[in-house]
């Protein structure tokens, strides 16, 4: 008996432990059945990096000791839609933003799959109109502003972001309280935006879309061809030497912005590669997203 009730211990302190490194709360993302899936056994794999996600969730970062200024972000990991890099650009993120009063939403957002999915091209935006939705649902929780909820991404998780702020004015999801999802804004990481044969990235398109994807597809879901007056405003910030994916896609962004006259900034290091592995990108790219915050009254100075 003594045995038993020292592992149960060890087994709530370990629990204790994960949930404080990994979040405050970890939501579902759907109540009973996800939408769009194909139902079969779970096979997420890894932990720092996610493989084969068929079940989305949030989790939720909140600032302590009413801390929280009104402002949410909903953060999209990037991965190339192969996997997510969930750690990195997912919880290590939302501590940043935490320290700025900012309510953090990690997004773990399905994975393109024929095997999980009735229609794998939309399964990721369905996710972050899910996740928008229900961060609204529970701004009174969190001390929220709905007027102040953004959205974040990083790589493939930028084109996840991006297509919220250019494709919000059709739901893919039910949403039977007509709750708008339109984020109030966006930041960028070296975003995958185009699927053009130019400069898009094409292991996402063909991981998203499929190797025979048609002219309207792509058009679709190059977001830089969907902004119109009504795009939520945005930052881009990427290194010239992105190897993996091309600044242009950030650039072609900003330029649409500027056409349809949306307030924008855009940020190139000369040097950093793609996820600013080197100097100076690594050590500086989140200053100048604070920075684009503060100047835009999402915090305070």
Known sequence: MKIRNLLTV?????????????GQQVMPLYDGKIPNSIDKPDQERGTDRLTKVSRP?????????????GTAIIICPGGGYLALSIKTEGYDVAKKLDSLGITAFVLKYRLPSDSSMIDKSIGPLQDVQRAIMLVKMHAGEYHI??????????????????????????????????????????ILAYPVISFTDSIGFKISRNVLLGKNAGISQITFFSNELQVDKNTPPAFLIQAEDDELVSVKNSIVFYLALQK????????????????????????????????????NGWIKQ
């Open 260 to 295: 349809n006259k949306i307030p924008a900034g855009l940020h190139i290091f000369p040097k950093g590669k793609h996820a600013f592995v080197l100097e100076p990108a690594k050590s500086n790219w989140f200053s100048y997203c604070a920075q684009w915050l503060q100047e």
């Open 57 to 69: 969730t949030l989790t939720v970062f909140a600032p302590l000791n009413g801390k929280a200024n």
């Open 145 to 186: 502003d709905t007027a102040k909820i953004g959205i974040m991404g990083f790589s493939a998780g930028g084109h996840v972001a991006s297509s919220a702020g250019t494709h919000f004015n059709r739901s893919f999801i039910d949403n039977p309280m007509g709750i708008n999802l339109r984020p109030a804004f966006m």
């Open 10 to 22: 060890a087994l709530y302190l370990i629990l204790a432990s994960t949930i404080e490194a990994v």
